[in-house]
């Protein structure tokens, strides 16, 4: 079966930090470029950042970078999120996504998605 599974979500405060992992079953990921979106309650999903096949190429959204660093390990079928310096506003349930032979992450170009996993930012 193929698929991705997030892991890493919790229960946060303000300024804290949490690595989600994204690992894959069925497919390796090495063709593919990994994506990782979020969707706040009552908001649409939104882009959070995105890695190319080579690891050698990242983007983040503007209300993330500078806090969170993407990353992948092939050997492991795993790609990482690391989030750090947390706010209120990145609470939400958090996927992870991968594109074949593509290098840009849109909502509607992944080819496969993982089922999410909750972030809440709360005190």
């Known amino acids: 079966q193929l698929q991705l599974v997030e892991s890493g979500g919790g229960v946060v405060q303000p300024g804290g930090s949490l690595r989600l992992s994204c690992a894959a079953s069925g497919f390796t990921l090495d063709y593919y470029a990994i994506g990782w979106f979020r969707q706040a309650p009552g908001k649409e999903r939104e882009g959070v950042s995105c890695?190319?096949?080579?690891?050698?190429?990242?983007n983040y959204a503007d209300s993330v970078k500078g806090r969170f660093t993407i990353s992948r390990d092939n050997a492991k079928n795993t790609a990482f999120l690391q989030m750090n310096s947390l706010k209120p506003e990145d609470t939400g349930v958090y996927y992870c996504?991968?594109?074949?032979?593509?290098?840009?992450?849109?909502?509607?170009?992944?080819?496969?998605w993982g089922k999410g996993t909750l972030v809440t930012v709360s005190s």
């Open positions: 890695i190319s096949i080579s690891g050698g190429t990242t």
């Open positions: 996504a991968a594109t074949y032979m593509r290098n840009a992450c849109t909502n509607s170009g992944m080819n496969y």
